[in-house]
């Protein structure tokens, strides 16, 4: 077998060893390999048989690549920060029981921003018997009151949004309440407007303009352990100087939080690195991309005289969007001569809605045919009745058949996340791989699910 990563990297140059390769600069999941016969196995199993039990469509998740992601973050925290650092997975990239207990026992934090994701990630740490305390990092930018309760019960560091949050929280004065400041710091960094943050008229965090008045409004409520500050700049980022940027930035106001009284430790630069989806994508290793972070802030502490913070980064999508592909069954196909050929394949914007709602652009193979030439140049469609339910634009395929099964690669974050049941198909199962055995960790809903919160009103009944 060989290493199919090292081919789509290296354009066919040499094997790469997996284990120097940043999981986020991969195309496929880092244990991808491709027998005598073109098959793809990923994890140690074949995907067409992968298919064939669990069915299609299906995620299918590298349980090697995952935890090679959690453990290149944290080993090059070790090597370049010299303070104490915590890595924290936004786990709105991928929010379920066994994805979280992977992260957990890398042992990761977790950033969630709603009730329902707070739920998930302390259910599995329960599961896993791992203790919450000092773990979990509640954002959002309207918080329920609800939401509130349920992260203040659970000891959850509440990461204050905005004023009205601010001010609730200011009445809650009978207990003691952990919480962290986000701002906008006004970073302009290059990717889809949808997902930049940092901006200054992004929804979400302070604008820095009210920094005193945030600071004075803090210090005098004392329930308010105030431990840190916050930004993030935005995500699917290819470039290091706008999170330079921001660690001299953050550094600057926690300096002016202490003239305010306010000792603030821990500092917290949001997530963003960005992932390979294409050849072309060019992120920076995640080695690199630390390295440049904590120089950034290493730098400013030394300029402004300050001693080293805890040190927080939350990444989401590159700790496991690489790591994870969705397998589908081709179907049928059309050719409008002199214009395009589609293929169409049994899912689409229901599992992955990114390429609808940010044109994001993927990649596909095509798992039983990884070794024939790629002849064909297709528009891969969903099934959704939608025009615009297109998965890949262009792909460069093989000859096909229906009963195929098309691989699209790096869907590990903001894809069963965001997955709907659009046009009432359920949504897809995901398998959990690793040396050759297969577990399910998502169910693939039925029919019946789909009917499981319909009500038929009496009155409808009577009135037949
Ligand atoms: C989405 C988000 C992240 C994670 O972003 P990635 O690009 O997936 O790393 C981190 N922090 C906050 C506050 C976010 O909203």
Known sequence: MVSIQAKILNSGADYLQYEQVSVNQCLLPITSEVDADG?????????????ARFGSPLYILDEVGLRKACQQYQEAFKQFYPGTAQVIYAS???????????????G??????????????????????????????????NKSPEELRQGIESNCTIVVDNWWELEQLAQWSDQKIRIMLRLTPGIECHTHEYIRTGHLDSKFGFDPHDLKKLFEFVAGRSHLNC????????????????????????????????????????LNLG?????????????????SWVELVCQGVIEACQDLGMSLPKLMVEPGRSLVGSSCVTAYRIGSSKTVPGIRSYVAVDGGMSDNPRPITYQSVYRCVVA????????ETVTVAGKHCESGDILIHNARLPKTEPGDVLVVMSTGAYNYSMASNYNRL??????????????????????EDLLCQDLLPERLLESK
């Not at 709105?92 to 890398?106: P, R």
């Not at 100087?241 to 930035?249: G, Y």
């Not at 039983?368 to 002849?375: E, I, V």
């Not at 359920?426 to 029919?447: D, T």
């Open 39 to 51: 098959h793809l196995f990923i994890g140690g199993s074949e995907v067409t048989s992968l298919v």
């Open 426 to 447: 359920p949504r897809p199962a995901a398998v959990l791989v690793n040396q050759g055995e297969a577990n399910l960790i998502l169910r693939r809903e039925n029919y």
């Open 368 to 375: 039983n045919r990884m070794t024939a030439p790629l002849t």
């Open 108 to 141: 990761l934090g977790f950033d969630v921003v709603s009730g329902g994701e707070l739920y998930t990630a302390l259910r599995s740490l329960k599961e896993l018997g791992l203790d919450p305390e000092g773990k979990i990092y509640f954002h959002g930018n």
């Open 227 to 266: 431990v840190g500050l916050h930004a993030h700049i935005g995500s699917q980022i290819f470039e290091s100087q706008p999170h330079q940027d921001l660690a001299k930035l953050i550094v600057t106001w926690q300096k002016q939080a202490l003239s305010y009284g306010l000792q603030i430790q821990e």
């Open 92 to 106: 709105k990239a991928w929010s379920c029981l066994a994805v979280c207990g992977i992260i957990a026992t890398e």
């Open 271 to 287: 997530g963003g690195l960005g992932i390979r989806y294409t050849e072309q994508d060019d992120p920076p290793s995640i080695q």
